[in-house]
């Protein structure tokens, strides 16, 4: 690999393993992609960016996308292969080895085990980005590498979940927090539903950096939908609610008031 890369190239290893102190991944064993820094002197590897920082999220993200996705967004990324190895999936890496031999229409080196295979992508142009201006490439660049917000819930209970719905108990005063982990503003489309206990209509009042007023709830729930600029850093959305405290036999938890199916799109 080494020989045919530029000194300095990037390469994205896969499946994606969380670092340090993972433990065994199929037949992978804890600290295996690290072999890549051992063998080799002038290439760059993704593995070992520390887990729960926003680098490991978001190769995280991108180890999730089906290759047709995956490819462009490394390309932006500035990654010149991918490497894969066999033992940390179910099929041997059959499925994605063929998918990316389909996309890229080469053979990828394999190691002589057979358990390591390599595709290098430097010469790679995805067809959705030939012909678009520096410009407009560096704006596809920068949407590629944003990482996900991170939410938070003081005052709220952990998220309960059925197959088509998901909830969270909140006390009269619940909070919801935002991290924007990135160094560029966001814009997010904030939806939810916030149901109280009871038939009587509750009145629920918002305040903080991500706006303010007031709305009307009860059992039947009503629909919240704001579009959010979410600057670098954290943003706090507080929800007062008047509604009466939910009883529950053998659950000692202040219950007033649902936050339900909240979902943040990225626009």
Sequence with gaps: IESAMAPGAMIY????????????LLKMSDYDPVRGYLYSKSLRWSYGTTKGRPAAEWQQREANLPPKDL???????GFSGVWIDSYGYPDGARAIIGQLRELLQINPLVSADKRFSFFPIANYQPAELIGLSGEEQKRRRDASLMLPVKTGFPGCSIL????????????????IQILNPNPRTAFYT??????TGEAQTSTFHFSGDLGSGDIQANSSGTEVVRNLKLSPGLHRFRIDSDASRVLAPNDPRDMHFQIVNLQLTRQ
């Design 13 to 24: 290893q896969l499946p994606y393993m969380p670092y340090p102190e993972h433990g065994p």
């Design 71 to 77: 490819l462009p967004s490394l390309k932006l990324a």
């Design 160 to 175: 309960e979940a059925h197959p088509d719905i998901n909830w969270r108990w909140c006390k009269q005063d619940g909070e």
């Design 190 to 195: 904030l939806r939810m539903t916030l149901r």
